[in-house]
């Protein structure tokens, strides 16, 4: 499959309009893997005037129809999906394996959808008076700016591309710096299934530049970001001075609490495993481990051979299991972790250093911290980095004080044997979702957000519809 790495605007693959690019590198050996457009003004408008144009036609589209083309491209991405893993690997780093699963979970937001795109229903009320009929539509918003990240360069631009084309709206997509090719691929399979020209778009270049052109553009309706806090907060001030509507994902730092009757041994393999898919990468990735005092010393215990016995290496290799940090960035940052932590008092349990294997690439060994304590940054700021910090609570009301003294409200973890507990800790954590005795709760079918710092809006689900579309009502009196 030839890899994209051009931008499509209104149903063409074009480079920048003064011919700037942007090098992509492969974070395995630090080489130069590709280049795309650097975008310019002239091309952002041609975008928007695109997109303005195209969801004028698309939402007269009837609902089946716009079902029967999210379901083509559906098919489409699994056909390709080990091309596009590839393409995801080189450029992002994961395992090429945990890439194909990606890249499968990008095909079902598409299958999701064309489902949920013949399911946008309206209502009835009956009023005070029968002379007047209460009507309530549900239309689609218009013209969608979206902003998606690296760490899943194919599911999270899908989560966006999917319900807006659903529900009659268009998009401008502008994938992550680091892993644009991705979205460029899933953009091709959506312009070869019968997607009309314009109704998505995806462009290349500074994002700072790209988002503050988009965004003041009044053809814009609505905008949508998967990022970091401060991203969100600029892109929150952008929306307000145009009064848009927005949905943000903004990150998070999930707490796993991990009770006494907990199949211990057990939580901590899944617990290990679920922290290190993605090399720690992930929003809700589990992130911060309390366990009970009595278990503390068991779970931390089987984390550790679990963590010892991953392989490390370029994530082209089937054989595997963690690749490298997608950036020098996320590195540096994991080293400034570490250290920080250590200085504080933290336990090496194992790991700790970037791997000495690899004279390239950003590698860095599993780690494992006990002893971690409040003070330490690691506890509190969002780490996206291969190290697992595990404290001890004394009991529910001690575990959920940790666990909710943090800025972040995305996703918690519950490893327990008894209902009550179950149901006590899930009411009682501040977050947008749970798992219980997993981690593994991201799905097409289900709405995915956070509280507090880590956003607002749901994606997934019957509730990620609702944000590309807007209520008329009428009232009409006969």
Not at 166 to 183: D, L, N
Not at 364 to 388: N, R, W, Y
């Amino acid at each position: 499959m030839p890899v994209p790495n051009l931008m499509l605007i209104d149903g063409e693959w074009v480079p920048s309009s003064d011919g700037r690019t942007m090098d992509i590198i492969n974070p395995a050996n630090e080489e130069r893997a590709d280049a795309v457009p650097a975008a310019t003004a002239a091309d952002l408008d041609r975008a928007l005037a695109a997109a303005d144009r195209a969801w004028r036609s698309w939402r007269e589209v009837d609902a089946w129809s716009r079902s029967a083309v999210l379901r083509r491209v559906a098919a489409l991405v699994r056909e390709r999906a080990d091309d596009i893993a590839l393409v995801l690997t080189e450029e992002q780093g994961k395992p090429v394996a945990e890439a194909r699963a990606e890249v499968n979970a990008a095909a079902d937001q598409f299958d999701w959808y064309a489902d949920e795109a013949r399911r946008i229903y309206g209502r009835t009320v009956d009023g005070h008076s029968r002379a007047h009929r209460i009507l309530v539509w549900r239309e689609p918003i218009g013209p969608v700016a979206a902003f998606s990240p690296w760490n899943f360069p194919a599911l999270l631009p899908a989560r966006k591309v999917a319900p807006a084309v659903a529900a009659g709206c268009s998009i401008i997509v502008k994938p992550a710096s680091e892993a644009p090719r991705t979205m460029l691929c899933l953009a091709q399979a959506c312009q070869d299934a019968g997607i009309p020209a314009g109704v998505v778009n995806v462009v290349t270049g500074s994002s700072a530049f790209i988002s503050r052109h988009l965004i003041a553009s009044d053809i814009i309706r609505k905008v949508t970001l998967t990022g970091s806090v401060p991203v969100g907060q600029e892109l929150l001030r952008l929306c307000a001075e145009g009064v848009k509507p927005c949905t943000m994902e903004l990150g998070g730092h999930s707490p796993v609490l991990v009770f006494e009757d907990a199949d211990v041994e057990r939580a901590a393999e899944i617990a290990a495993r679920g922290k290190f898919r993605n090399n720690g990468q992930v929003c809700i990735a589990a992130s911060r481990f309390y366990v009970h005092e009595a278990a503390a010393d068991r779970f931390t215990g089987r984390f550790v051979e679990v963590a010892k016995s991953l392989r490390l290496g370029d994530g082209r290799d089937p054989a595997t299991e963690i690749g490298p940090l997608a950036n020098r960035r996320r590195l540096e940052a994991t080293e400034a972790f570490v250290q920080d932590a250590l200085d504080k008092g933290a336990r090496l349990e194992c790991g700790g250093r970037r791997d000495p294997a690899f004279s390239r690439g950003f590698y860095f060994q599993p780690t494992v911290l006990g002893a971690a304590d409040p003070s330490m940054k690691i506890m509190h700021e969002e780490p996206f980095c291969p190290v697992a910090p595990i404290a001890p609570f004394s009991s529910l009301d001690d575990a959920l004080a940790q666990a909710n003294a943090t800025e972040f409200g995305l996703a918690g973890y519950i490893f327990t044997r008894d209902l009550r507990t179950a149901f006590l800790a899930a009411e009682g954590l501040e977050a947008g979702m749970i798992g219980v005795n997993n981690l593994v709760i991201a799905a097409a079918e289900a709405p995915f957000g956070g509280v507090k710092k880590s956003g607002f809006g749901r994606e997934g689900g019957a509730e990620g519809l609702d944000h590309y579309t807007v209520p008329k009502y009428v009232n009409m009196l006969l």
